[in-house]
């Protein structure tokens, strides 16, 4: 093995995780709503008797439990209805605290580590405690005590980033229920006609939905150091360069075999490493020593000079530096199943080119999207894996896919930027209409 060795720039920015669709106008702050009335007064017959007779409390779904201390200030409430609109709602909070740092939020639903109220008891009790001046259904899903309690309290519900109309619940077979819950909404914000076409046919009014586009989903451009950038840069000057991240021992074997062939074509091809455990960097050194490759190991402080075929990036916080480095881009785990999934919008956001198995759980629906946007490519198994990275590799598809990526993850923005300027306002009215109450 050759490699350099010289003292360098080392990036001090950690890596803050292991983190195309329409954008028809959303309402703006000046935009014409009109919006569904609120308050504690008038309710549905029907909605109230599923309520009382209709829905056995679920399991655990009762008024039992503390619940953390109430912050100071406006609290916003983000339910969301899977796990799949996580990102999206994390970037809209990002976003949202960017113009008004002060506003709180309390987010319930999948992969946020606490239910939503699914009783009149904890809904009212949830309410009463949290006084959200806003709720707000990420996705869609309608859960009958918290749109009835909020109604009550009159505070204002809104649907953002809908999708098909909910299938989930007892009272979609109970008459009247569904109707009830929708005249309780103020707003319907969905991603595409599909969704707009269900809602109607569940009985929203035709101002009252509209298509606002998808949410962007966050996983912004990890950081780097750029004087570590540009030196890294030089020092692979013109040479071809693919990354696989996050790749764990069970997929080794295949990827440097498609390293390998990838080489027939590109003989001066670059293969960066990033191994899912950083301390198995130095093991897989040696392992590929052995075999007759040229090495270098970041941990060491060597550099990918002429000579060396594979880097194995070994350290922590640099994975922005990696993405910015490689054209393409493999994520290791979904050939397997094995690993630690990252989410793929970490390299499409920086322009990189995806490449990954068909194991994509639990960031199925992010690869989709890039998938359909001409970002990625998908292996259905070992042994197309060195074809698929010789094609990608290609000079003017890599530069295709990496543009496409770039589309797909910064396609929501404008819709994101508008839904917290309509959320703003919306908090901004309610809080206007309590001051107002109160006098």
């Known amino acids: 093995m050759r490699s350099g060795k010289r003292a360098r720039l080392r990036s001090s920015v950690a890596d803050p995780g292991a983190q195309a669709s329409r954008t028809e106008s959303v ?3 000046t935009a014409d709503a009109k919006p569904i009335a609120t308050g504690k007064t008038g309710g549905s ?9 209709g829905a056995p409390p679920p399991p655990g779904a009762s008024d039992a439990g503390a619940l953390p201390a109430r912050p100071e200030g ?27 740092p002060a506003v709180q939020v309390v987010m319930t639903g999948e992969e946020t580590g606490t239910s939503s109220p699914q009783t009149e008891a904890a809904a009212s009790r949830f309410l009463e405690h949290w006084q959200p001046g806003l709720i707000v259904l990420v996705g869609g899903e309608l859960v009958p005590a918290v749109i009835d309690a909020g109604h009550r309290r009159g505070t204002p519900i809104i649907v953002i980033d809908g999708v098909r109309a ?12 569904s109707r009830a819950m929708l005249r309780r909404i103020s707003r319907i914000l969905v991603q595409d006609d599909a969704a707009l076409r269900d809602w109607r046919r569940m009985g929203a009014r035709p101002d009252q939905v509209e298509v606002s586009g998808r949410l962007e989903e966050g996983h912004g451009a990890l950081p780097c150091t750029e004087a570590e950038r540009d030196d890294l840069a030089h020092t692979l000057r013109a040479r071809p360069v693919w990354l696989a991240i996050g790749l764990p021992e069970a997929e080794e074997a295949v990827a440097i075999a498609a390293h390998r ?43 990918p000079v002429e000579a060396e075929q594979i880097y194995i990036a070994d350290t922590e916080g640099e994975l922005g530096l990696w993405y910015r480095l490689a054209p393409v881009t493999y994520f290791g785990g979904t050939l397997s199943g094995k690993g630690k999934p990252r989410h793929p919008y970490e390299a499409a956001a920086l322009g990189s080119a995806i490449l990954h198995g068909p194991k994509t759980d639990p960031h199925t629906a992010a690869y989709a999207r890039l998938g359909r946007g001409g970002a990625a490519r998908v292996l259905r198994g070992a042994p197309e894996f060195g074809s698929a990275l010789s094609e990608l590799l290609a000079p003017d598809r890599a530069a295709q896919m990496a543009h496409n990526a770039w589309e797909v993850t910064s396609s929501g923005a404008e819709v994101t930027d508008r839904v917290v300027e309509l959320l703003l306002r919306m908090l901004d009215e309610a809080a206007a209409a309590e001051i107002g109450g109160a006098g």
Do not use: K
């Open 166 to 177: 909910p299938a989930r619940g007892g009272w979609r077979w109970w008459p009247g229920v």
């Open 261 to 303: 062939a990838a080489l027939g074509l590109r003989h001066r091809l670059m293969m960066i490493v990033v191994p899912e455990d950083p301390e198995n960097g130095p093991t897989l050194a040696r392992r590929l020593q052995d075999d007759g490759w040229d090495v270098a190991l970041r941990s060491r402080e060597e550099e």
């Open 27 to 29: 309402p703006s702050a």
């Open 74 to 100: 406006t609290v916003l409430w983000l339910h969301l209805a899977s796990a799949g609109h996580r990102a999206a709602a994390d970037e809209l909070v990002r976003r949202l605290r960017r113009v008004r």
């Open 45 to 53: 017959f029907a909605l109230r008797t599923y309520l009382r007779i």
